[in-house]
């Protein structure tokens, strides 16, 4: 299983880290990804990073401003997010997948005010 944390109520311009620690499967043969979904949108890909690290990946609307991470060793995954504006308001999912097995974690909340 995939839990989060670090979500929060946060200003215009502020930061966040969200952390997503697994449990149960083989994390380091994952790759792993943040999505988000804000009210009555659809769930969005934020971020993702192969299985060990070497490769990341990002949407449009947070290049430069988000940073994914990883420690296998952990088995947690990161999402350093700065400059953050009223419209990265959703709820963060954590997700891993390889092949058809794929896990989701439960969201957490974050919330910027203007």
């Known amino acids: 299983q995939l839990v989060e944390s670090g979500g929060g109520l946060v200003q215009s311009g502020g930061s966040l880290r969200l952390s997503c620690v697994a449990s149960g499967l083989p994390f380091n043969t994952y790759a792993a990804m943040w999505y988000r979904q804000a009210p009555g949108k659809e769930r969005e890909l934020v971020a993702a990073?192969?299985?060990?690290?070497?490769?990341?990946n990002y949407a449009d609307f947070v290049k430069g401003r988000f940073t994914i991470s990883r420690d296998n060793v952990k088995k947690t995954v990161s999402l350093q997010m700065n400059s953050l504006k009223p419209e990265d308001t959703a709820v963060y999912y954590c997700?891993?997948?390889?092949?058809?097995?794929?896990?989701w974690g439960q969201g957490t909340q974050v919330t910027v005010s203007s």
């Open positions: 997700h891993s997948k390889r092949g058809p097995a794929e896990y």
């Open positions: 990073i192969d299985s060990v690290g070497f490769r990341t």
